[in-house]
T-cell receptor
């Protein structure tokens, strides 16, 4: 039981390049989330999904797209990376019953030059 | 809107000292409250939680009590260890919000021998 895994762990991009971050969970959770963590700002929600085939915007969605084609996977895409997207990205998942806790992946450190 | 405010860090303590990290919240309805911990280079782990007023969450010697009258959820530990050095996040989930977490900015704790 691996929990929540994220790929890759580290990545360096040049401005304008694109990439996709992969999140996978093996707990059969309905809900999945993508956050970014910046110094002094806690974690901010980018996008989330409440089930296979569904996605919704969070607090800071601009510049990102997501897809949830399979229940266990949640992909975060950057179409044209900008230096402001340098951050640590965390994926999380939870059960669908009310106020269930979230389980987090180990994070992806992304640097955009 | 809903929000969480934590005391600013870093908090620096000697081993075996008493720890308090303050957390207050603003929320509509009756949120569930959480403390997550992030050890260096890792993702977030749930430390403890409380789902209703006067509940006390506890784990690994840490405790926090849900105080509705003061809208607070302060984290305490009677005797900290070097291994407790980490960043601590207070967070809440509101009803009907698809379990989206609202985080405080985090408080870094450094414990010295």
């Amino acid at each position: 039981n691996a929990g929540v895994t994220q790929t890759p762990k580290f990545r360096v991009l040049k401005t304008g390049q694109s990439m996709t971050l992969l999140c996978a969970q093996d707990m059969n959770h309905e809900y999945m989330y993508w956050y970014r963590q910046d110094p002094g700002m806690g974690l901010r929600l980018i996008h989330y999904s409440v089930g296979e085939g569904t996605t919704a915007k969070g607090e800071v969605p601009d510049g990102y797209n997501v897809s949830r084609l399979k229940k266990q996977n949640f992909l975060l895409g950057l179409e044209s990376a900008a230096p402001s997207q340098t951050s640590v990205y965390f994926c999380a998942s939870s059960y669908s019953f009310e106020k269930s806790e979230q389980f987090f992946g180990p994070g992806t450190r992304l640097t955009v030059l | 809107g809903d929000s969480v405010t934590q005391m600013e860090g870093p908090v620096t303590l000697s081993e075996e000292a008493f720890l308090t990290i303050n957390c207050t919240y603003t929320a509509t309805g009756y949120p569930s409250l959480f403390w997550y911990v992030q050890y260096p280079g890792e993702g977030l782990q749930l430390l403890l939680k409380a789902t209703k007023a006067d509940d006390k969450g506890s784990n690994k010697g840490f405790e926090a009590t849900y105080r509705k009258e003061t809208t607070s959820f302060h984290l305490e530990k009677g005797s900290v260890q070097v291994s407790d050095s980490a960043v601590y996040f207070c967070a809440l989930i509101i009803s009907g919000g698809y379990n989206k977490l609202i985080f405080g900015a985090g408080t870094r704790l450094a414990v010295h021998p």
